[in-house]
T-cell receptor, first 114, second 112 residues
Framework: GAGVSQSPSNKVTEKGKDVELRCDPISGHTALYWYRQRLGQGLEFLIYFQGNSAPDKSGLPSDRFSAERTGESVSTLTIQRTQQEDSAVYLC????????????FGPGTRLLVL | SQQGEEDPQALSIQEGENATMNCSYKTSINNLQWYRQNSGRGLVHLILIRSNEREKHSGRLRVTLDTSKKSSSLLITASRAADTASYFCATDPSGSARQLTFGSGTQLTVLP
């Protein structure tokens, strides 16, 4: 079946602009996660959605970052007034409620802020 | 600070040799997972070991877990050039599956 998809694959933007990243989870997966990965580093947790529960936003680095999810489908991660330090790969993952220990990752969006 | 830290940061071996990567973590865990990442893109889940397990196998992969030392190892036997990738350990400290905490990874290069 289809895996997690993310768009765009690559995004180049100018400092100060807003960007919106999209994630389509695997159909039926109730949990959705966003991570950030800077060059040569591990993944940093950003935000977690589980069904209709309030999201866990504890990993968002600043109020310039926000994310939304419509029901159990698409999620968008928005970065306002981008800074050069926002340059990274943004990875989305989803997992089914019954086996939510294992996360299934999308290919990521590589963001470059000039 | 990172919950999981992999060691070594980079490893280069010849095809056919075994590769061993280690992971240390700080807090109690419910389970520990290993993921693989090619070319800085999406991660692929390899194996999950629970806190009450000591060893687990999957194909050419062997994972051990020592909760007393808060460490885990991933062994890839008879490595292939296609195994070249970054390998990350990830822990779920809360056991709630709300998030995983990843280490900084081991970059494995398998030379043909």
């Amino acid at each position: 079946g289809a895996g997690v998809s993310q768009s765009p694959s690559n995004k180049v933007t100018e400092k100060g602009k807003d960007v919106e990243l999209r994630c389509d989870p695997i159909s039926g997966h109730t949990a959705l996660y966003w991570y950030r990965q800077r060059l040569g580093q591990g993944l940093e947790f950003l935000i977690y959605f589980q069904g209709n529960s309030a999201p866990d936003k504890s990993g968002l680095p600043s109020d310039r970052f926000s994310a939304e999810r419509t029901g159990e489908s698409v999620s968008t991660l928005t970065i306002q007034r981008t800074q050069q330090e926002d340059s990274a790969v943004y990875l989305c993952a989803s997992s089914p409620y019954q086996r939510r220990e294992t996360q299934y990752f999308g290919p990521g969006t590589r963001l470059l802020v000039l | 600070s990172q919950q999981g830290e992999e060691d070594p940061q980079a490893l280069s071996i010849q095809e056919g040799e075994n590769a061993t990567m280690n992971c240390s973590y700080k807090t109690s865990i419910n389970n520990l997972q290993w993921y693989r990442q090619n070319s800085g893109r999406g991660l692929v889940h390899l194996i999950l070991i629970r806190s009450n397990e000591r060893e687990k196998h999957s194909g050419r992969l062997r994972v051990t877990l020592d909760t007393s030392k808060k460490s885990s190892s991933l062994l890839i036997t008879a490595s292939r050039a296609a195994d070249t990738a970054s390998y990350f350990c990830a822990t779920d400290p809360s056991g709630s599956a709300r998030q995983l905490t990843f280490g900084s990874g081991t970059q494995l290069t398998v030379l043909p």
